[in-house]
């Protein structure tokens, strides 16, 4: 592994060993500037809106949609038969989990899910991205399957065809059973075939009723954080380990398109990359050949390509593969016909953009844009049009959808029972308008999710960060519409920023 590897996970483990964002360096704090946005973007655009000539239109039908997961919102820990996934270990474990918080209850959406899906109807929502929860569906990762688990997704769907909005299903957004990570979790290969019969049942039971169905969220956020930083589940911090995991999710990836055209169904289905613009710092051209920008670009393999080229090429990117090394145990599990599994024909690809990385000469990295409450997130709007043009511009004219998009902002719930994210009205509006640009200059999006429908559970961060449109009160589970979600109503209505 090259110096300049070393010096990405350095600079990750650097981040994660992070605390909170100094006050005053948080997007939606009284005293800041916004990255991206003009001054006084903090005003409610709402009451402002531009005029008919200058607004800005999406294309008709265009998927207006928020996303959750099922370990950040469900709770039921132990309901119905639901068996343990690896977040159930690492959040019970203590000091992982910012306040010692854990999924047990989050939003306790497995019991409200019938008023969350009001919610919905009422935002105007027409697409809802939401993940299934593989404990839930098999206890211990193999075998027959759970049929209780399965009734909640079967009634989820049904409530959203009877209120207009289209499902999108995730089939793993990292709750692994926790039997599955005991036998090896995805540093085995087996598990990708074990996902493979989940995705059988789950198809089988749900295939009809669901048009859009997505993979794996975000493989690289396992690799990166479950392995070789260890602040998310499993907590392992082995680079060698953690390159073989991305052989295997990918290949679990392919497996499972496999595994839905066999089917004979008609639902569409894609993976979930959270794709991180990577730039030089130097301001240098991308693809010139300055070392900044030569570092820029194998970051950028490790981000980005590692991942797209594998699921769209039919290839791992070679710079990547020689940085490694041959002896890595990647290389060495590699094997024949994988690639072509993991190549399978896909109906669309799933965009998360986050946050752009600055890359220097010496392979470190800049910020250069105020971040959120998340110290990893710089606001740059301009990168989500980056992002999404150069996916199409690389990969062709496969059909886009962005499935997460947001931000954490320090909300509060007001006496008069309001919630003002005016940063998150902001960034949102930010981030539309670029990827309204990418769509007039030719990009194929289909729709737009903002990350996410609720305050949730995030992670590492506990319930410390609110990412959501709607804000829930977690001693009583009261929702409360945010300023955002009331203006994001409208934008859905207006079909136009
Ligand atoms: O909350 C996460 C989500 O689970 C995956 N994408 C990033 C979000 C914000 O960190």
């Given amino acids: 592994m090259s110096i300049l590897t ?10 994660s060993a992070t605390a909170a964002t100094p006050a005053g360096a948080v997007l939606g704090t009284a005293a800041t500037g916004l990255g991206g946005c003009e001054p006084g973007d903090a005003e409610d655009h709402t009451a402002t809106a531009p005029s008919a000539a200058t607004r800005l239109h999406f294309p008709p039908d265009f998927g207006w949609g928020a996303a959750t ?21 690492f959040s019970h474990t203590p000091g992982r989990i910012r306040n010692g918080d854990t999924g047990d209850v989050a939003a306790d959406h497995y019991h409200r899910y019938a008023d969350d899906l009001d919610l919905m109807r009422d935002l105007g929502l027409r697409s809802y991205r939401f993940s299934i929860s593989w404990p839930r569906i098999q206890p211990d990762g193999t075998g027959a399957a759970n049929q209780r688990g399965l009734d909640f997704y079967r009634r989820l769907v049904d409530g959203l065809h009877e209120r207009g909005i289209a499902p999108m299903a995730t089939l793993f957004h990292w709750d692994l059973p926790q039997a599955l990570q005991d036998a090896g979790g995805w540093e085995s290969r087996d598990v990708a075939y074990r996902f ?15 048009p859009v169905w997505l993979t794996i969220n975000e493989p690289k956020t396992v690799v990166q954080n479950g392995y070789l930083f260890g602040h998310h589940a499993p907590g392992h911090r082995d680079p060698d380990a953690a390159y073989l995991v991305a052989h295997h999710l990918q290949l679990a990836h392919g497996l499972a398109v496999r595994a839905l055209r066999a089917t004979g169904g008609t639902g569409r289905i894609g993976p979930a990359f959270n794709l991180h613009p990577c730039y ?11 070392p900044a920008a ?31 090394g041959p002896d890595s145990r990647m290389v060495r599990g590699i094997r024949d016909g994988d690639l072509e599994i993991i190549s399978s024909p896909v109906d669309l690809l799933a965009v998360q953009y986050y946050t752009p990385i600055y890359v220097t000469s010496a392979g470190g990295t800049e910020r250069r844009w105020p971040t959120s409450e998340a110290e990893w997130q710089q606001i740059y709007p301009d990168g989500m049009y980056d992002i999404l043009t150069r996916v199409t511009r690389d990969y062709g004219p496969i059909p886009l959808t962005v499935t997460e998009n947001g931000l954490p902002t320090p909300d509060v719930l ?48 506990g319930y410390d960060q609110r990412w959501g449109l709607i804000y829930v009160d977690y001693p009583t589970q009261r929702r409360v519409f945010k300023r955002s979600a009331h203006w994001y109503r409208q934008v859905i209505a207006d079909n136009a920023l």
């Fill in 414 to 461: 007001a006496a008069d029972g309001t919630v003002d994210d005016a940063g998150r009205v902001s960034f949102l509006r930010d981030h539309l308008a670029a990827a309204h640009r990418a769509v007039t200059d030719g990009v194929p999006l289909e729709s737009f999710h903002v990350w996410s429908l609720l305050d949730n559970f995030e992670w590492a961060e």
């Fill in 6 to 15: 070393r010096r990405h996970l350095l600079r990750h483990a650097a981040l």
């Fill in 294 to 324: 030569e570092a820029a670009r194998l970051y950028d393999g490790y981000e980005n390509r590692l991942y797209l080229d594998s699921a769209l090429k039919g290839s791992y990117p070679a710079d990547v593969l020689a940085d490694l």
């Fill in 69 to 89: 997961s099922a370990y950040q919102i469900e709770g039921a820990a132990k309901e119905d038969g639901r068996g343990e996934s690896i977040w159930d270990t």
């Fill in 280 to 290: 030089p710092a130097d301001d240098s051209p991308v693809d010139g050949s300055s």
């Fill in 196 to 210: 493979a019969d989940y995705a059988d049942i789950v198809f089988a039971a749900l295939g009809e009723r669901v």
